[in-house]
């Protein structure tokens, strides 16, 4: 991906698809991560800026994701806690991932999937489970009536009471 050109040597990202709106200030981000590189005719090796001893860990990159959650100021300590404690839970790491995935809305439900120009306008966006409402991340988990109806038969199972949130994130405890 890095080329020679009349200017000198440059970088010239190609992907396979047009990247979501979302994945742009990603990109970028990685172009200033790459400024300052320096080109050799030496071969390859692996390195890992994020971290002083030059090798990939995950706690360097969760920390870097952290940072950029930080940086968009959108959420608050409340929020903040649920993705740290998100990740320390016990739950097997693609159960973490999906349940990630959901918080941020990054879930590809029929809303997503128009706004990142998968579905056309003219496919209904209706749930797929109720055909009563758009299919959005918190409908699909929490609003739609088919999605109720598991949540009470499981909280019946486990004899919990339960009251059904407005959305993903919601964490306060009642009075607090």
């Not at 709106?21 to 990603?26: A, G, K, S, T």
């Not at 800026?49 to 995950?58: A, M, Q």
């Not at 339960?162 to 607090?176: A, D, Q, W």
């Amino acid at each position: 991906m890095g080329v020679v050109g009349e200017d000198g040597r440059d970088w010239v990202l190609t992907w396979r698809r047009r990247p979501f709106v979302w994945e742009e200030d990603l990109i970028l981000s990685l172009r200033e991560d790459l400024e300052g590189m320096t080109w050799s005719l030496n071969e390859d090796v692996w390195r890992w800026k994020l971290e002083h001893k030059v090798v990939f860990s995950i706690k360097s990159a969760y920390d870097r994701l952290m940072s950029a959650i930080d940086s968009e100021d959108v959420w608050g300590v409340d929020e903040k806690r649920v993705f740290v404690n998100l990740w320390k839970c016990l739950a097997p790491s693609k159960v973490v991932a999906f349940a990630w995935k959901a918080l941020l809305n990054r879930v590809p439900t029929k809303a997503n999937l128009v706004v990142r120009n998968v579905l056309h306008l003219e496919v209904s966006i209706n749930c797929v489970l109720c055909n009563e409402a758009v299919e959005t991340t918190n409908h699909l988990f929490l609003h739609c009536n088919f999605a109720s109806l598991v949540w009470s038969r499981l909280m019946t199972w486990l004899n919990c009471h339960f009251l059904n949130p407005h959305n993903l994130l919601f964490i306060r405890s009642v009075g607090g």
